[in-house]
């Protein structure tokens, strides 16, 4: 580990800010040393995280971080009994970032953290994990990939059905024009989730630093229907469904039909099934034009889980010689133009739409393993951010469609809405003063 102390000695985090003090070198242990990881948020997806990364050969999870000391000694306790060591817990990310010996940040805090937190892990010459969606709105997505650009570490986005065996395989055969041109897309997401009521404005709980949970975005007082989980419907800190859970199928969509941006974005919708603080649509629709004649369509229903073909979740191909169904894990159908079965690829993985972690554990941990192996050197990123941030960028743009109410005319060369400032205004936000990301 000598020479990676060596480009580390320098590190140093300033106090308040995100801005690091230099572009620092990222992990250059030799292939086969263990890699530490350090994780960020391990309450749900990242308690799940740190025990599946834990399970990798090679790799140690060294360092929890999360301002929520329950969640931090819950994952603690469980992590010790797992590995047999304790890893070293932090409530403040800025510390642990300062760490010498941490390879690599995984992020699965509430998603107003994600890219500034993740540029923040760049700065400081760590590899970064981070969890979809890779950013709040537009703007960061671009910073995160201008950041990317920047600095040595590798950057992954959770979009882990880039490494789902069979997924892959579909997508091979799409391309090879199993059902001719692809030019349609129908994608979609249902669960039955419960009212979140009205919340009252009261204290933290003492086990919380709400000042490190809110961290870059703009204080808000604490309201009891917030955290954990419920921040997931409010626009300040969360993204909703579109981004929540469509992010996944978007990118399956975009791989697919093998297109980057749209050139046009319409969205309706709304909190239709109750009335209370949940802000964003349980209810939507989202339609894209690709600039290669082709289009898809995003349904995602947070409250009423009737399934979609026969699943919670999912993607179906429509082309001019037949059409493919993706139910949303590691299997596929394609059909004829005369709707009949020609082939089927089936996967024995147990998977359940509705588990919130992970609804596919097996096919996940391949995910961790392509960015472990891709910083060894010895495997390539299935996603690089990029990629991410494209997909990213569909649900963010059918959410600024949704919330202004009219359609939007995209640049298909860089995503970015044309003509239409007031849009524009939801491209970026603003942020609490010495937390801007900054690259
Ligand atoms: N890829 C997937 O399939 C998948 C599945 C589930 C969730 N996710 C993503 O993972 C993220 C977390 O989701 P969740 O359901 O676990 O949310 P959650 O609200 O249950 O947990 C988030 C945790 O992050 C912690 N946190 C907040 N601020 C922090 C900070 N400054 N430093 C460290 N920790 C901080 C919270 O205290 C909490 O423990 C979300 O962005 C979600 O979209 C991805």
Same mark, same amino acid.
């Given at each position: 580990?000598?020479?990676?102390?060596?480009?580390?000695?320098?590190?140093?985090?300033?106090?308040?800010?995100?801005?690091?003090?230099?572009?620092?070198?990222?992990?250059?242990?030799? +292939?086969?040393?263990? @890699?530490?990881?350090?994780?960020?948020?391990?309450?749900?997806?990242?308690?799940?995280?740190?025990?599946?990364?834990?399970?990798?050969?090679?790799?140690?999870?060294?360092?929890?971080?999360?301002?929520?000391?329950?969640?931090?000694?819950?994952?603690?306790?469980?992590?010790?009994?797992?590995?047999?060591?304790? +890893?070293?817990?932090?409530?403040?990310?800025?510390?642990?970032?300062?760490?010498?010996?941490?390879?690599?940040?995984?992020?699965?805090?509430?998603?107003?953290?994600?890219?500034?937190?993740? @540029?923040?892990?760049?700065?400081?010459?760590?590899?970064?994990?981070?969890?979809?969606?890779?950013?709040?709105?537009?703007?960061?997505?671009?910073?995160?990939?201008?950041?990317?650009?920047?600095?040595?570490?590798?950057?992954?986005?959770?979009?882990?059905?880039?490494?789902?065996?069979?997924?892959?395989?579909?997508?091979?055969?799409?391309?090879?024009?199993?059902?001719?041109?692809?030019?349609?897309?129908?994608?979609?997401?249902?669960?039955?989730?419960?009212?979140?009521?009205?919340?009252?404005?009261?204290?933290?709980?003492?086990?919380?630093?709400?000042?490190?949970?809110?961290?870059?975005?703009?204080?808000?007082?604490?309201?009891?229907?917030?955290?954990?989980?419920?921040?997931?419907?409010?626009?300040?800190?969360?993204?909703?469904?579109?981004?929540?859970?469509?992010?996944?199928?978007?990118?399956?969509?975009?791989?697919?039909?093998?297109?980057?941006?749209?050139?046009?974005?319409?969205?309706?919708?709304?909190?239709?099934?109750?009335?209370?603080?949940?802000?964003?649509?349980?209810?939507?629709?989202?339609?894209?034009?690709?600039?290669?004649?082709?289009?898809?369509?995003?349904?995602?229903?947070?409250?009423?889980?009737?399934?979609?073909?026969?699943?919670?979740?999912?993607?179906?191909?429509?082309?001019?010689?037949?059409?493919?169904?993706? +139910?949303?894990?590691?299997?596929?159908?394609?059909?004829?133009?005369?709707?009949?079965? @020609?082939?089927?690829?089936?996967?024995?993985? +147990?998977?359940?739409?509705?588990?919130?972690?992970?609804?596919?554990?097996?096919?996940?941990?391949?995910?961790?393993?392509?960015?472990?192996?891709?910083?060894?050197?010895?495997?390539?990123?299935?996603?690089? @951010?990029?990629?991410?941030?494209?997909?990213?960028?569909?649900?963010?743009?059918?959410?600024?469609?949704?919330?202004?109410?009219?359609?939007?005319?995209?640049?298909?060369?860089?995503?970015?809405?044309?003509?239409?400032?007031?849009?524009?205004?939801?491209?970026?936000?603003?942020?609490?003063?010495?937390?801007?990301?900054?690259?």
């Amino acid at each position: 580990m000598s020479n990676r102390r060596d480009f580390l000695k320098n590190t140093a985090l300033s106090g308040a800010g995100l801005m690091l003090a230099s572009p620092l070198a990222a992990y250059t242990g030799s +292939p086969n040393e263990t @890699i530490k990881i350090g994780v960020m948020g391990v309450k749900s997806r990242g308690d799940f995280l740190a025990k599946k990364f834990a399970t990798l050969s090679n790799v140690k999870v060294a360092y929890l971080c999360d301002p929520d000391a329950q969640v931090l000694a819950k994952c603690t306790d469980e992590l010790t009994k797992q590995t047999g060591t304790s +890893p070293q817990g932090f409530s403040d990310i800025r510390k642990m970032l300062e760490l010498k010996d941490l390879d690599a940040l995984v992020i699965a805090a509430p998603d107003h953290w994600h890219a500034p937190a993740a @540029i923040m892990g760049l700065q400081a010459g760590k590899h970064v994990y981070v969890e979809k969606p890779c950013s709040h709105n537009p703007r960061e997505g671009e910073l995160l990939v201008a950041a990317s650009n920047k600095h040595k570490g590798l950057i992954q986005m959770g979009n882990q059905r880039r490494n789902y065996t069979n997924v892959q395989e579909m997508i091979k055969q799409l391309h090879k024009g199993v059902i001719g041109r692809a030019y349609f897309a129908r994608a979609w997401y249902v669960n039955a989730r419960k009212s979140i009521g009205k919340g009252n404005v009261v204290n933290p709980p003492a086990h919380l630093n709400f000042d490190l949970w809110q961290g870059p975005a703009p204080r808000r007082n604490y309201q009891d229907n917030l955290v954990h989980y419920n921040w997931h419907w409010f626009w300040h800190w969360g993204t909703g469904e579109a981004l929540n859970n469509g992010t996944h199928e978007l990118d399956v969509v975009r791989w697919g039909l093998g297109v980057d941006y749209p050139s046009q974005v319409v969205s309706s919708g709304g909190r239709f099934h109750f009335q209370d603080d949940w802000e964003t649509p349980d209810t939507q629709t989202i339609s894209f034009k690709f600039p290669n004649n082709t289009g898809c369509t995003w349904e995602g229903r947070s409250c009423n889980s009737f399934e979609t073909e026969g699943g919670g979740r999912g993607v179906i191909f429509y082309g001019d010689q037949g059409t493919l169904v993706y +139910p949303g894990g590691n299997s596929f159908k394609v059909y004829d133009l005369g709707n009949k079965l @020609i082939s089927e690829v089936k996967d024995t993985t +147990p998977f359940d739409p509705a588990n919130p972690v992970s609804p596919m554990e097996k096919q996940d941990t391949l995910h961790l393993v392509n960015f472990c192996e891709s910083i060894r050197g010895k495997e390539k990123l299935q996603s690089p @951010i990029l990629e991410g941030h494209k997909s990213t960028l569909l649900p963010q743009l059918g959410n600024i469609a949704y919330r202004t109410g009219r359609a939007l005319n995209i640049d298909p060369s860089n995503g970015r809405i044309l003509n239409d400032k007031e849009a524009m205004k939801l491209w970026g936000r603003t942020y609490e003063k010495g937390w801007e990301p900054l690259v």
